[in-house]
């Protein structure tokens, strides 16, 4: 019996996209939870399924891929049955081209600028109390100072740009 696709995720993160197309598809397949708050990204075991340590990873019988847009794509071109994608050379495909390289070349960037100036100073807070290290580095005081800032900015419904552009700088 031929091996399951194994997915490596961790919701909700962009491994979201690869388990929709997978879903959506109705490929069979088995998922194992790559703990991100703890570390297990960081891990050589998974360092040896993806190499910069995110998710998501998929890893079929035949291949390892990463980058959850590329898995989306492949799965989409591995069941043309499905019909999820326009055909290629055609103008439809031009169009399907274009938004799926402008959701992670364009679109993903701000939005993640935007969560590390919001939402990661208050994980990196966390982890800093349970003493759990984000991106392999431990939390300064920097950014304990950040989170100090931001509570008391969302608690008085504050105008957080002040705090974003010295952030961002
Ligand atoms: N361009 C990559 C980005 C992957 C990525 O950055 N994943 C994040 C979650 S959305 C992650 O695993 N972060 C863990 C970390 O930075 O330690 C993709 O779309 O797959």
């Given at each position: 019996m031929p091996r399951l696709p194994e997915l490596?995720?961790?919701?909700?993160?962009r491994s979201q996209r690869?388990?929709?197309?997978?879903?959506?598809?109705?490929?069979?397949?088995?998922n194992h939870m790559v703990?991100?708050?703890?570390?297990?990204?960081n891990s050589d075991a998974y360092r040896a399924i993806h190499p910069l340590g995110v998710v998501p990873a998929l890893k079929t019988g035949d291949y390892t891929i990463f980058e959850s847009v590329a898995i989306v794509l492949q799965l989409i071109d591995e069941h043309p049955e499905?019909?999820?994608?326009?055909?290629?050379?055609?103008?439809e495909r031009a169009n399907y081209y274009q938004w799926s390289v402008f959701?992670?070349?364009?679109?993903?960037?701000?939005?993640?600028?935007?969560?590390?100036n919001t939402m990661r100073?208050?994980?990196?807070?966390r982890t800093a109390e349970s003493g759990i290290v984000v991106r392999g580095?431990?939390?300064?005081?920097?950014?304990?100072?950040?989170?100090?800032q931001l509570i008391g900015a969302f608690k008085q419904q504050d105008d957080l740009a002040h705090i974003?552009?010295?952030?961002?700088?």
């Amino acid at each position: 019996m031929p091996r399951l696709p194994e997915l490596y995720e961790w919701p909700p993160t962009r491994s979201q996209r690869a388990k929709w197309a997978l879903e959506e598809i109705g490929i069979e397949y088995s998922n194992h939870m790559v703990n991100l708050p703890g570390g297990q990204q960081n891990s050589d075991a998974y360092r040896a399924i993806h190499p910069l340590g995110v998710v998501p990873a998929l890893k079929t019988g035949d291949y390892t891929i990463f980058e959850s847009v590329a898995i989306v794509l492949q799965l989409i071109d591995e069941h043309p049955e499905k019909n999820l994608a326009p055909a290629v050379g055609t103008p439809e495909r031009a169009n399907y081209y274009q938004w799926s390289v402008f959701a992670c070349a364009e679109l993903d960037p701000p939005i993640m600028m935007f969560f590390d100036n919001t939402m990661r100073p208050l994980e990196v807070m966390r982890t800093a109390e349970s003493g759990i290290v984000v991106r392999g580095r431990k939390s300064g005081g920097f950014d304990q100072c950040l989170v100090a800032q931001l509570i008391g900015a969302f608690k008085q419904q504050d105008d957080l740009a002040h705090i974003m552009a010295f952030r961002v700088i």
